[in-house]
């Protein structure tokens, strides 16, 4: 009696009770054959917008007017260096790797360093240094297209027992990250930082460096999820981050983060990420054409919006 | 003299853009033309009046992250419906601002968050382009054509409409009672409550106006481009959030300028220019705008530490 109560209030149950609701009118309309390969392909896509959503949740938890454009670029040059780096070798996978979150560090640093040291908000510090990255992926990925190592690809393609193995790596992603937020000193910190600076200046907490680790994290996962798509789409394309910055966005809010900050959840980023790609593939199987499939989108993320916030406002 | 707080931040962004303009002239002699500051400024136009919607848009302690698709809504509307039947067109612009308005209400009564509900209208404005126009195409209506293309003597047009859109609008917001009410909004919403005055009223007004100069925004874009497309100003978005915060604006307390954000626009437009009469490799092109913005704020919070220094001697 109590337990479903318990789960009602949860902010992000109604994520996965939408996500649910589409998936069974996509099965039931192409008669259930396609059960299986949707939910691996929604499992895989998913796990992308995952991996890039923890970050910017992280980040907008820091509170008002905090929040990262630069993931984009940085998923862009991160894919293309660690693929040049590694130039098909297998022996190199990990030296890439490493490559990435070296690059996700020093850019995070970057985007926190403008931000503290110009004083500039932090949507136009982490655009201009997009700006930059972006520019430094065009100049990098001059020439052939290099095509990721075959082991890395083909890791990235397979599945274990069902699950794509990109879902288990975010899965992964997302424990380290629920168990920084939820059982460490400094998850507490962000959150007490997103729900008053002030307050949480006040009583000691290392303010800046807490946030510096915040956009660290957050480029840093934006990298490794750009080493990843780079590897699984065989290869890095100039325009392959692009529509991660809404989505990195949509899929906190729609998860039931609190846009004012201070108060995260990361199930909620699973059920809104699986959510966005089921949503895409059901217009699709319906066949509608690109303009209402927008529409449909946006209608539809305004609707789901509508719900969750209705439940904030009585709370 | 004494200067208010209010000219020293429009003083910033002017001498960032006559810093810019000096730059430009210095390497391009002879862009210091009636023809050259008319290629210099054109596209500025349409950029000047989005950076002006999402200005009033940021007064209320909102931000419009559906600005660039919108302004291409506008633009598709205006090179099909607009040009074939005008009532037609007409028609849907003010239902595209009614529309605004019912956003900023629903915004307003179940207190959600501005830049999620934009995200999400983004899509649907997206989508409408791309039902009317799915490859680029369209035809810029006749009397828009004349207009953006017209010679005034002297003054290249897009000067006199820049300094035209500073003029209405600093009335518009810095003059009137109804702007009073806007940035008061965006100050303090509730003592605007207790003072006898429907916020929901206001925010619906603000959002309905930011619709209007997004309207117009398109059809400047659509006169100066004679076509149109469904991705044709997609980059407006950020580009007008840059712009009012060049200018001086931000984020949350209605403390914005309007003629510092047409000056932000016309920064920005500028910086395109700069660039290419550096012979910077296209690759570094987006880069090197990124460097600007970073400079032009790196010399606000430089002249802003020296008032803050004099106030205190």
Not at chain 2, 66 to 94: D, E, K, N, R, W
Not at chain 2, 106 to 118: A, D
């Amino acid at each position: 009696m109590n337990a479903p109560r318990l789960l009602l209030s949860k902010p992000w149950i109604w994520s996965f009770v939408a996500t649910i609701t589409v998936w069974i009118i996509t099965v039931l309309f192409t008669g259930g054959a396609s059960s299986l390969g949707l939910s691996q392909a929604a499992l895989t896509f998913a796990a992308f917008s995952v991996i890039v959503g923890i970050g910017q949740m992280f980040v907008i938890t820091l509170g008002p007017g905090n929040i990262d454009l630069s993931v984009p670029a940085t998923m862009t040059l991160s894919g293309t260096l660690a693929l040049k780096l590694m130039d098909v070798q297998d022996s190199m996978i990990v030296v890439g790797l490493l490559l990435s979150v070296l690059l996700g560090t020093v850019l995070g640093i970057g985007n926190y360093a403008l931000i503290k040291l110009l004083r500039i908000p932090p949507i136009i510090a982490t655009l201009s240094m997009s700006f930059i990255v972006q520019s430094t992926a065009i100049w990098a990925n001059r020439g052939l297209r290099i095509k990721p190592p075959e082991v890395l690809a083909s890791f990235t393609t397979s599945s274990l027992f069902g699950i794509p193995n990109v879902a288990i790596v975010a899965l992964a992603l997302s424990a380290i990250a629920w168990l920084l937020l939820e059982k460490s000193i400094y998850g507490r910190w962000i959150s007490a930082i997103g729900q008053s600076t002030f307050a949480a200046r006040m009583t000691g907490i290392p303010v800046d460096g807490t946030r510096l680790v915040t956009y660290m994290l957050c480029a840093v996962l934006a990298s490794i999820c750009g080493y990843l798509l780079a590897s699984f789409s065989g290869g890095a394309a100039l325009n392959m981050g692009a529509e991660y910055l809404l989505m990195s966005i949509a899929v906190v809010v729609i998860g039931g983060t609190a846009v004012a900050g201070g108060n995260s959840n990361i199930p909620g980023i699973w059920g809104a990420s699986l959510f966005m790609f089921l949503v895409v593939s059901m217009l699709n199987t319906y066949g509608f054409g690109a303009g209402f499939r927008l529409i449909l989108t946006g209608l539809i993320i305004i609707a789901v919006i509508l719900m969750a916030g209705g439940r904030q406002s009585t709370r | 003299m004494k200067l208010s707080s209010g000219t020293l931040r429009l003083i910033i962004p002017a001498v960032s853009l006559a810093l810019l303009l000096a730059a430009v002239f210095y390497m391009q002699p002879r862009a210091m033309s009636y023809t050259g500051l008319n290629l210099l400024f054109n596209l500025a136009v349409p950029i000047a009046l989005a950076t002006v919607a999402q200005m009033l848009i940021m007064a209320v302690n909102d931000l419009d992250l559906s600005m660039g698709t919108f302004v291409s809504f506008c633009a598709c509307v205006t090179a099909t419906f607009l040009q074939a039947s005008p009532a037609m067109g007409v028609l849907i612009f003010l239902g595209a601002i009614a529309a605004y308005a019912a956003m900023g209400m629903i915004i307003h009564v179940r207190e959600l968050p501005s830049i999620v509900v934009t995200l999400g209208m983004s899509f649907f404005w997206g989508g409408l382009a791309v039902l009317m126009l799915p490859s680029p195409g369209g035809e810029a209506p006749g009397w828009v054509r004349w207009l953006m293309t017209s010679k005034p003597p002297f003054v290249p047009m897009a000067i006199v409409a820049s300094v035209v859109i500073a003029a209405v609008t600093h009335f518009l917001i810095m003059r009137s009672s109804f702007g009073v009410l806007i940035r008061g909004v965006g100050g303090n919403f509730r003592s605007v409550e207790r003072a006898g005055w429907s916020v929901i009223r206001i925010r619906a007004a603000t959002y309905a106006l930011a619709a209007l100069f997004a309207v117009l925004s398109g059809i400047a874009l659509v006169g100066l481009t004679t076509s149109a497309d469904a991705n044709i100003a997609l980059r407006y978005t950020l580009l007008s959030i840059a712009g009012v915060i060049l200018g001086g604006g931000e984020f949350v307390g209605g403390r914005v300028s309007p003629i510092g954000a047409v000056i932000g626009a016309l920064t920005l437009a500028l910086a395109g220019s700069f660039l290419s009469f550096m012979r910077i490799s296209p690759d570094w092109q987006i880069g090197a705008q990124g460097a600007i913005l970073i400079v032009v704020l790196a010399l606000r919070l430089f002249l802003n530490r020296l008032e803050r220094r004099e106030k205190i001697q």
